[in-house]
């Protein structure tokens, strides 16, 4: 059996390319770069608050492409910027692709853009219990590279347990496309990551991974450590 | 004819994969629902014998005596507001959708108070999500709410006022999206509700229409009402667009005009003209009135500005407040602070025959004026 892809999220901030060379240093195969949106929808609690103290900070979305080339010049994994369609309105939808590729971004992930809004822009799609197989195809036929499965119908955020909604939605996905499939929202530990592992191909951590990060590098990369642990052993 | 989903590069669905099956069985619905016979039959019996439709003009011509402006009455529908036109309609389709349990967003409460009222007559469990600074603003309403049953749940963060609660309302919509209808309080939002708060409004505009030929003879020269998301004037906008002659005014709190002082951006699921910053965050709105105090606006508002169809003036708080008094002294009738916008640009817009939407009363402003003014 292959190895399981790790994703972890980080917000924008001065010192996320010391926090994102400790998170692939304790094993994550991807990092997501958070650009900060005053309005995230998608976003629980936990991110939120990442938001706002990035945008306090002023993490605009400028400076949120040096600290992505930052974070480029230290590691070699992938790298997703993923940000609001308000901030790609603003910038220019084009542009925004543009400098962000130019900086380092190997995709991009718009939680608030649907498969049918703006196909033009190459991205991650995400696909949700609620979307009908018609929507999975659509998207497993739009996503750039791998499937983003949204284990809850919910905003992202800790959960005690694993989704049940998980294993029917990896089901219907597998039987759409052969392309990898990650399964994030409500991932934070390790036994949460060696159980998705039986379903998916990786998985996304996020607010766990935002709440451990203000702690330093080695809160982080102990997180990092207990979840990588979790996908090996799966 | 197919469910509006854009308004020349305004409106879309900019919202998680998770509500799109939710939005599509809602527009589904609403294109068979709004040619159906019974349930328009049925809308119609609630809105004669529940809500008290249809609300009268009333000529205000001590309020303007150099003019000859008419007042929509639509303070005089029962929970004081225009905003049960659209509760009533989205509850109702909200049974027909098999959904017992109704969320909604507040910000000068009357929305909230409207979504209680029809949630009560149909026994539905009903969630309004209120910014804390709004719910301090409007405590009468908040008090009405809970005496209708409904749990208003505070909003904590951020501004503390409409733009959150709209948040939470479409956090809690991604959360429980199977078993929850969403009832948006204004003509926002992703597709299909700016439509479908349009259409649910319009009755203003087409009684309006009607009686002001009843009694002139002629149509208006302008029409003028408030803006914040916009539900009111879409409405009583839309039988009048048509009719090339008559001047559409929309006016905006100074501190909140998105029309006026906005940008293209991207809120609450739809592209519009908004209060943001050059990289597209979103800024805070100010208002007086709770119900104005937001930075975004209906997308075919924006389009409607673009197109010239329509034009939109600022009003500040103090010209507000002043035509507040105004009314009340010179006619007896007590606005909203939301309607008193529209009365101020009604007294200085230039034309004699002005048909104005008196959107609310202003029972719920008392004590936010008298706190102003002390």
């Known amino acids: ?168 939605l990896a089901q219907r996905a597998r039987a759409v496309t052969g392309l990898p499939l990650y399964a994030g929202f409500g991932i934070a530990t390790g036994a949460h990551a060696r159980a998705a592992a039986e379903l998916v191909d990786g998985v996304v951590v996020g607010s766990r991974a935002v709440e451990a990060a203000e702690s330093g590098p080695r809160a982080l990369a102990a997180l990092v450590g207990d979840l990588r642990g979790g996908l090996d052993t799966a | 004819m197919s469910v509006t989903r854009t308004f020349g590069e305004y409106g879309g669905r900019y919202v998680p994969e998770t509500l799109i099956p939710a939005l599509d069985e809602l527009e589904s619905a609403w294109a068979s629902l709004r040619d159906d016979e019974a349930f328009l039959a049925e809308l119609d019996e609630l809105r004669r014998t529940y809500a008290g439709r249809p609300t009268p003009l009333t000529r205000a011509a001590r309020f303007a005596p150099e003019q000859r402006v008419y007042l929509k009455r639509e303070d005089l529908m029962h929970t004081g507001a225009h905003k049960l036109n659209n509760a009533l309609g989205q509850v109702l ?82 959360a429980n999206v199977e078993t929850t209808h969403y009832v948006i309080g204004s003509c926002v939002g992703p597709a299909p509700y700016p439509e479908l708060v349009r259409e649910l409004q319009r009755v203003i505009g087409r009684e309006a229409r009607a009686q002001i030929l009843e009694v002139e003879g002629r149509l208006p020269e302008t029409v003028v009402a408030c803006v914040g998301g916009g539900s009111n004037a879409i409405g009583m906008f839309y039988d009048f667009i048509e009719d090339a002659d008559v001047r559409l005014l929309g006016v905006e709190a100074a501190g909140a005009a998105s029309l006026g002082a906005g940008r293209g951006g991207v809120l609450h699921g739809a592209r519009s003209s908004l209060l943001a910053d050059a990289d597209g965050q979103i800024e805070d709105a100010h208002s007086i009135s709770a119900g104005l105090d937001y930075p975004g606006v209906g997308p075919e508002h924006a389009w409607l500005r673009d197109t010239g169809r329509a034009e939109y003036v600022a009003c500040t708080d103090d010209e507000a407040l002043a035509a507040f008094h105004r009314l009340c002294e010179t006619e007896g009738i007590v606005p909203a602070l939301e309607s008193s916008h529209a009365l101020a640009r009604a007294l200085d817009c230039g034309a004699d025959l002005v048909l104005v939407c008196l959107s609310g009363r202003g029972d719920k402003d008392l004590a936010e004026v008298l706190r102003r003014e002390r």
Not at chain 2, 155 to 164: A, D, H, M, P, S
């Open chain 2, 93 to 174: 389709i909200a049974t027909r959708l098999g959904k017992r349990r109704i969320i909604a967003e507040t910000g000068a409460g009357q929305h909230g108070v409207a979504t209680a009222t029809v949630c009560a007559r149909f026994g539905l469990e009903c969630v309004v999500y209120m910014g804390s600074e709004d719910i301090r603003r409007q405590a009468p309403n908040v008090e009405r709410m809970r005496l209708l049953g409904a749990e208003v749940r505070p909003v904590e963060f951020g501004t503390r006022t409409l733009k959150e609660a709209t948040s939470e309302a479409i956090r809690d919509w991604i």
């Open chain 1, 1 to 168: 059996m292959s190895a399981k892809t790790l994703v972890v999220y980080l917000m924008a901030m001065p010192d996320t390319p010391d926090l994102a060379a400790a998170a692939v240093d304790a094993g994550a195969d991807v990092i997501e770069v958070g650009f900060p949106f005053s309005d995230p929808l998608a976003d629980g609690p936990l991110i939120r608050r990442a938001g706002e103290r990035a945008l306090a900070a002023g993490m605009r979305t400028a400076r949120c492409l040096e600290v992505l080339a930052q974070i480029r010049a230290r590691v070699s994994v992938p790298l997703v910027p993923m940000t609001y369609a308000s901030i790609f309105d603003a910038y220019g939808w084009h542009e925004l692709e543009r400098d962000a590729r130019a900086a380092g971004a190997t995709s991009l992930i718009v939680p608030d853009l649907p498969v049918d809004v703006r196909p033009e822009l190459r991205r991650v799609q995400l696909v949700a219990p609620t979307s009908t197989d018609e929507r999975l195809r659509l998207a497993a036929a739009a996503t750039d590279g791998w499937l983003y499965l949204v284990t809850v119908t919910g905003t992202t955020g800790a959960r005690a347990e694993l989704a049940p909604t998980l294993a029917p």
